[in-house]
């Protein structure tokens, strides 16, 4: 029975990976069919720390999974379809078929952006279209940008990028923003903002990369084109935690609460990155936390006296 089984396989759980191997603990790590986390799906990463010329996101993935492997870490590929966490040892089951037991669980599967749901979007991620303004924007110096959302992300995102960008348009479906006071008064005071009311977008134009958005009047239906280099998407991100809801406890939007570190409602069940971290979403702070919960699974542990 493995001492720890990390479930997910973005930077928190491999990081976490790492610190358990390193600590004899001889972890097992869930990586799904999809391995790799968020960053799979990004191209240049130029803000995480020791890679002063940028690293691709999967190269980066690739890279910190053969680290948590050679300090003896065994992955699973396949994805947790059920778990119990009523009594130790904690039980997981992979792909309805394959049960697994643990002493301890890590889990870190991460948080999915919220996207528009268009077929350009997809193809275009990573080649202007994004969902983080402090991962990306630095790429659009100089450049003309489109952001879709009308809450405090959306704003922070916007004022953000006004660092880099000439033009910032925000897209949004209604006439009032749903974003706080502060936020709504700091967007419309910066004069690089400017707002598209009563908006969808329609489409994502661009072969190669993106080149403009096609927009649609909620009120009119009239369509129109307006010409960017980039499109950010800050209409939210949703946790994956539904396969954990009734086992640990979670906030309104479905983050898992945390204690003491990383720590759940559950003794001995420890959650890390985006899971849990609905403020900060970087790959740094997910590394981050996926360490501090491999230090409590040990120290947790050897106060069972099972290590």
């Not at 983080?132 to 704003?155: H, I, Y």
Request: contains cysteine; aromatic residues 8%.
């Amino acid at each position: 029975m493995p001492n720890v089984v990390i479930i997910g396989s973005g930077p928190a759980g491999l990081t976490a990976a790492i610190y358990a191997a390193r600590a004899n603990l001889s972890p097992l790590l869930v990586e799904g069919w999809q391995s790799g986390g968020q960053l799979t799906t990004t191209t240049e990463v130029e803000n995480y720390p020791g890679f002063a010329k940028g690293i691709m996101g999967p190269e980066l993935m690739k890279e910190m999974r053969s680290q948590a492997e050679r300090f003896g870490t065994e992955f699973l590929t396949g994805d947790v379809s059920s778990v119990n966490f009523r009594y130790q040892p904690f039980s997981l089951t992979i792909d309805e078929e394959r049960t697994v037991e643990a002493k301890t669980i890590i889990i870190a599967t991460g948080a999915s952006a919220i996207q528009i749901g268009l077929p350009n979007e997809k193809r275009l991620t990573g080649h202007g279209v994004s969902t983080c303004a402090t991962c990306d924007g630095f790429f659009f110096r100089g450049k003309e940008l489109v952001v879709v959302g009308g809450g405090d992300s959306a704003m922070e995102e916007a004022t953000f990028l006004t660092k880099f960008a000439t033009k910032v348009s925000i897209v949004h479906r209604r006439d009032k923003l749903r974003a706080s006071k502060i936020m709504q008064e700091r967007a419309m005071k910066n004069e690089k903002i400017s707002f598209l009311w009563n908006s969808v977008v329609d489409d994502i134009l661009g072969t190669d990369v993106v080149t403009g958005v096609r927009l649609k009047n909620t009120a009119t239906g009239k369509v129109s084109e307006v010409g960017c280099a980039g499109v950010f998407v800050a209409i939210g991100h949703r946790p994956n935690t539904a396969l954990f809801h009734g086992h640990v406890d979670m906030d309104e939007k479905g983050y898992i609460r945390t204690h003491a570190g990383t720590a759940t409602s559950v003794s001995g069940v420890f959650a890390a990155g985006d899971v849990h971290d609905s403020t900060y979403r970087q790959a740094v702070t997910a590394a981050g936390t996926g360490c501090m919960a491999a230090i409590d699974a040990e120290r947790f542990l050897e106060a069972m006296g099972q290590h």
